[in-house]
C-alpha cells in the first residue's frame, strides 16, 4: 500500500512539474527552424542562447540540427531569438552568424556552413552571369547595396523633420519602416551584418513611434535614436557618396543631439527654421 501511495505521488508530481513548465511561457507561440551544429556542446550553446526564463525556450537536435522555438509572442519573436543565437556563433536557415563568432567556437563545434556557402554560391554565380551585362550588373549592385532604401528613407524622413512637417514625417516612417523589413540579412557584408542585428529592433521601434504621431515634437525624440543607429551602421558600411556627421547642441534638452545629412550645410531637423543653422559636421562619412 505504501509503495502504491509513493507511486501515485511522484506521478502526480511529474505532471504537476509538467504542467508548471508548459504554464511558464504565457502566449506560447511555437515554430521548427533548422540551426547548424555539430555536437551535445553545440546543442548546449544554442540553447543557452536562446533561452530566455519564461519569455523563449529552444530544444535542439544534434541529428536533425532541427530546433522546436517556443516563445511568448507579446514579449519577444522568432528573429530575435535566432539572432541571439547567431551572435553566439551558429547559423539559421534566416540568420548567419559572424565569421568571428563562428571562429571563436571549439574546433568540435566549427561545423559545415551549409548557409552561407548556399549564399555565396549565388550571388557568384549571378555576378558571373551579368558579368558583360551592364544592366544586370547594376541589378546585381543594388541588389547586394540592402541598406540603400533604408538610408535614402532616412534622409527623406530628416528633411521633414527640419521643415517641421509632423504629417509629411509620419508617412515616410512608415516607407523607411517597410524598407527595414524588406532588408535581406544574409545578403550583407559581415561586419555590417553584425551591427544590423543589434540595431535593427531599435530601427524598427523607433520608425513605428514616428509614424504613430504627428507631433514633430515627439517625432525629434525618436529621431536621435534613430540616427544614432544608422549612424552605427554607416560607419561599418560603404557609402558611395560624402555622408555629413552633424550635431546640435541645443537639442535634447542641452545635452546634444546628432543627425545624418548628405550635404555639408547645417539644416537642423531638431528646430527646423526657429534654428534652422544650428550645429556643426563633427564628422565625415565615406
Given at each position: 500500500?505504501?509503495?502504491?501511495?509513493?507511486?501515485?505521488?511522484?506521478?502526480?508530481?511529474?505532471?504537476?512539474?509538467?504542467?508548471?513548465?508548459?504554464?511558464?511561457?504565457?502566449?506560447?507561440?511555437?515554430?521548427?527552424?533548422?540551426?547548424?551544429?555539430?555536437?551535445?556542446?553545440?546543442?548546449?550553446?544554442?540553447?543557452?542562447?536562446?533561452?530566455?526564463?519564461?519569455?523563449?525556450?529552444?530544444?535542439?537536435?544534434?541529428?536533425?540540427?532541427?530546433?522546436?522555438?517556443?516563445?511568448?509572442?507579446?514579449?519577444?519573436?522568432?528573429?530575435?531569438?535566432?539572432?541571439?543565437?547567431?551572435?553566439?556563433?551558429?547559423?539559421?536557415?534566416?540568420?548567419?552568424?559572424?565569421?568571428?563568432?563562428?571562429?571563436n567556437l571549439p574546433e568540435c563545434c566549427q561545423?559545415?556552413?551549409?548557409?552561407?556557402?548556399?549564399?555565396?554560391?549565388?550571388?557568384?554565380?549571378?555576378?558571373?552571369?551579368?558579368?558583360?551585362?551592364?544592366?544586370?550588373?547594376?541589378?546585381?549592385?543594388?541588389?547586394?547595396?540592402?541598406?540603400?532604401?533604408?538610408?535614402?528613407?532616412?534622409?527623406?524622413?530628416?528633411?521633414?523633420?527640419?521643415?517641421?512637417?509632423?504629417?509629411?514625417?509620419?508617412?515616410?516612417?512608415?516607407?523607411?519602416?517597410?524598407?527595414?523589413?524588406?532588408?535581406?540579412?544574409?545578403?550583407?557584408?559581415?561586419?555590417?551584418?553584425?551591427?544590423?542585428?543589434?540595431?535593427?529592433?531599435?530601427?524598427?521601434?523607433?520608425?513605428?513611434?514616428?509614424?504613430?504621431?504627428?507631433?514633430?515634437?515627439?517625432?525629434?525624440?525618436?529621431?536621435?535614436?534613430?540616427?544614432?543607429?544608422?549612424?552605427?551602421?554607416?560607419?561599418?558600411?560603404?557609402?558611395?557618396?560624402?555622408?555629413?556627421?552633424?550635431?546640435?547642441?541645443?537639442?535634447?534638452?542641452?545635452?546634444?543631439?546628432?543627425?545624418?545629412?548628405?550635404?555639408?550645410?547645417?539644416?537642423?531637423?531638431?528646430?527646423?527654421?526657429?534654428?534652422?543653422?544650428?550645429?556643426?559636421?563633427?564628422?565625415?562619412?565615406?
Amino acid at each position: 500500500m505504501k509503495n502504491i501511495f509513493q507511486n501515485i505521488t511522484l506521478l502526480l508530481s511529474v505532471a504537476l512539474l509538467s504542467i508548471s513548465c508548459e504554464a511558464q511561457i504565457k502566449n506560447e507561440k511555437k515554430e521548427t527552424v533548422k540551426i547548424t551544429g555539430n555536437c551535445e556542446m553545440c546543442e548546449e550553446t544554442i540553447e543557452k542562447a536562446g533561452n530566455l526564463k519564461k519569455i523563449a525556450a529552444v530544444d535542439w537536435d544534434k541529428d536533425t540540427k532541427m530546433a522546436t522555438i517556443s516563445y511568448d509572442d507579446k514579449k519577444t519573436n522568432k528573429e530575435e531569438i535566432l539572432k541571439r543565437i547567431a551572435l553566439a556563433g551558429y547559423d539559421s536557415q534566416f540568420f548567419l552568424a559572424p565569421d568571428q563568432a563562428y571562429k571563436n567556437l571549439p574546433e568540435c563545434c566549427q561545423y559545415k556552413r551549409e548557409f552561407k556557402k548556399e549564399t555565396i554560391k549565388s550571388v557568384s554565380k549571378e555576378m558571373a552571369h551579368n558579368h558583360e551585362d551592364h544592366v544586370k550588373s547594376q541589378e546585381v549592385i543594388q541588389e547586394k547595396n540592402q541598406l540603400e532604401k533604408v538610408y535614402e528613407n532616412y534622409f527623406m524622413l530628416k528633411d521633414a523633420l527640419v521643415k517641421s512637417d509632423g504629417n509629411k514625417a509620419s508617412d515616410l516612417s512608415k516607407v523607411l519602416l517597410t524598407a527595414i523589413n524588406e532588408v535581406k540579412m544574409e545578403k550583407l557584408d559581415n561586419d555590417v551584418h553584425l551591427v544590423w542585428m543589434k540595431v535593427m529592433k531599435n530601427l524598427t521601434e523607433d520608425a513605428e513611434h514616428i509614424n504613430e504621431t504627428k507631433d514633430v515634437k515627439h517625432q525629434r525624440d525618436y529621431f536621435m535614436t534613430l540616427s544614432k543607429n544608422i549612424y552605427a551602421l554607416m560607419k561599418v558600411d560603404k557609402s558611395k557618396e560624402p555622408v555629413y556627421y552633424q550635431f546640435c547642441p541645443m537639442a535634447n534638452d542641452g545635452k546634444g543631439a546628432n543627425w545624418l545629412s548628405k550635404e555639408s550645410t547645417i539644416k537642423n531637423p531638431y528646430y527646423g527654421s526657429m534654428m534652422l543653422n544650428c550645429g556643426k559636421t563633427v564628422e565625415k562619412l565615406k
